[in-house]
């Protein structure tokens, strides 16, 4: 387990935090008004590899070349120059910190770090971080990779779980969750969703599907892996040629059958690393999907029935009904979406960049 520090002063800024994988929303941006709640589990930390937040420059004065160099192979709308390593944290595992007033311009409904770091070290002053808590955006404190230290403390960190040990553990991401939002004269508003974090997770996982699809159609498995999928790449993909097969796969699972050229496989929620099949199949596409993403999907929470009168059947642990379905069909994040296609280099291909020049007509057909 490892602390942070001030790298001015060495005051201590954490409690005893455990790395684990970036989750695939960190930078999410979802809705408009709504509350998400904190990103990270308490007395974990995750490290972004890439640069984020100001100061930012327009694609227009980015070299392609350099661009190309930072493994950004389509257009953005900005790249950060900021500082690689951002480490983000709970906001409740934060120690000895000061909010910054002067650096609180910018928000809607909270902090949103555009003025840059919001957050000193109560010793010396020095910024170190910037709390994020506005609409919208998923609520955690990200310290600045040169305003900190990692200390290692305690023993050493214990081994990650094993593929079978996360199985057994059970840790599902349900695809439905209450989603709050603020405006409502009668205070905070409830509504039944797609999970922020399932479409996230589709997001990043259609751009590899598109990849992975070398322009010809995807089919994927029937049930909920469809409702997420196939809608999308039936509208993306053109009919005709012979399509591919995605299938399920990962700890656990059948061995892939041999015309399976796609797998949707689980990464590591400790290391981040993706799970990759033994033999032949390793040589299909892996398109990563975040564990608790993936367990749903491979092993669904059954939903028990509630017992029309008397007591609780025998084996029966509750009896709370199914949670309510959300009122329209799944559209896969957008901004994950591109996120990721701009960074996979088959983006180069002029019909996959179609797509995401596109993007703005898929979101109002609905698609995203």
Same mark, same amino acid.
């Given at each position: 387990?490892?602390?942070?520090?001030?790298?001015?002063?060495?005051?201590?800024?954490?409690?005893?935090?455990?790395?684990?994988?970036?989750?695939?929303?960190?930078?999410?941006?979802?809705?408009?008004?709504?509350?998400?709640?904190?990103?990270?589990?308490?007395?974990?930390f995750a490290v972004d590899p890439e640069p984020w937040g100001p100061p930012w420059r327009r694609w227009e004065d980015i070299d392609p070349d350099e661009a190309a160099a930072r493994g950004i192979y389509a257009s953005v709308y900005a790249l950060s120059d900021g500082e690689p390593g951002a480490i983000v944290i709970a906001p409740g595992d934060t120690r000895g910190t000061l909010l910054i007033p002067e650096k609180g311009g910018g928000y809607c409904c909270g902090l949103d770090g555009g003025?840059?770091?919001?957050?000193?070290?109560?010793?010396?002053?020095?910024?170190?971080?910037?709390?994020?808590?506005?609409? !919208?955006?998923?609520?955690?404190?990200?310290?600045?990779?040169?305003?900190?230290?990692?200390?290692?403390?305690?023993?050493?960190?214990?081994?990650?779980?094993?593929?079978?040990?996360?199985?057994?553990?059970?840790?599902?991401?349900?695809?439905?969750?209450?989603?709050?939002?603020?405006? !409502?004269?009668?205070?905070?508003?409830?509504?039944?969703?797609?999970?922020?974090?399932?479409?996230?997770?589709?997001?990043r996982a259609l751009a590899h599907l598109l990849a992975a699809s070398e322009g010809r159609p995807?089919?994927?498995?029937?049930?909920?892996?469809?409702?997420?999928?196939?809608?999308?790449?039936?509208?993306?993909?053109?009919?005709?040629?012979?399509?591919?097969?995605?299938?399920?796969?990962?700890?656990?699972?059948?061995?892939?059958?041999?015309?399976?050229?796609?797998?949707?496989?689980?990464t590591h929620p400790q290391t981040g690393e993706t799970w990759i099949p033994a033999g032949p199949a390793a040589s299909a596409y892996q398109v990563p999907l975040p564990f608790g993403v993936w367990l749903w999907l491979a092993c669904p929470e059954p939903y028990l029935p509630v017992p029309a009168s008397g007591g609780m059947p025998d084996g029966v642990l509750r009896d709370d009904p199914p949670a309510p379905r959300p009122s329209h069909l799944f559209r896969a994040d957008p901004g994950a979406f591109q996120h990721t296609l701009v960074r996979l280099p088959a983006v180069r291909s002029p019909w996959l960049r179609e797509i995401l020049e596109s993007l703005t007509h898929h979101m109002r057909a609905r698609l995203f």
């Open positions: 387990m490892f602390v942070f520090v001030c790298a001015g002063c060495g005051a201590r800024l954490t409690t005893p935090l455990s790395q684990v994988a970036l989750p695939a929303h960190a930078h999410q941006k979802y809705g408009n008004g709504i509350q998400l709640p904190v990103l990270m589990e308490s007395g974990t003025d840059g770091p919001n957050m000193a070290c109560e010793a010396c002053g020095r910024p170190v971080a910037s709390r994020i808590d506005d609409c !919208s955006l998923w609520q955690a404190v990200w310290l600045v990779p040169g305003a900190v230290r990692r200390l290692p403390v305690g023993g050493a960190d214990t081994a990650p779980l094993s593929w079978a040990e996360l199985t057994a553990d059970g840790k599902r991401t349900p695809p439905f969750e209450p989603i709050a939002t603020w405006g !409502s004269e009668a205070g905070v508003n409830h509504r039944w969703s797609w999970s922020p974090r399932w479409e996230a997770a589709a997001g995807v089919t994927v498995p029937d049930g909920l892996i469809a409702e997420v999928f196939q809608r999308a790449l039936d509208a993306l993909l053109p009919a005709g040629p012979p399509a591919r097969r995605a299938v399920l796969a990962g700890p656990g699972r059948p061995v892939p059958d041999a015309d399976a050229e796609i797998l949707l496989v689980p």
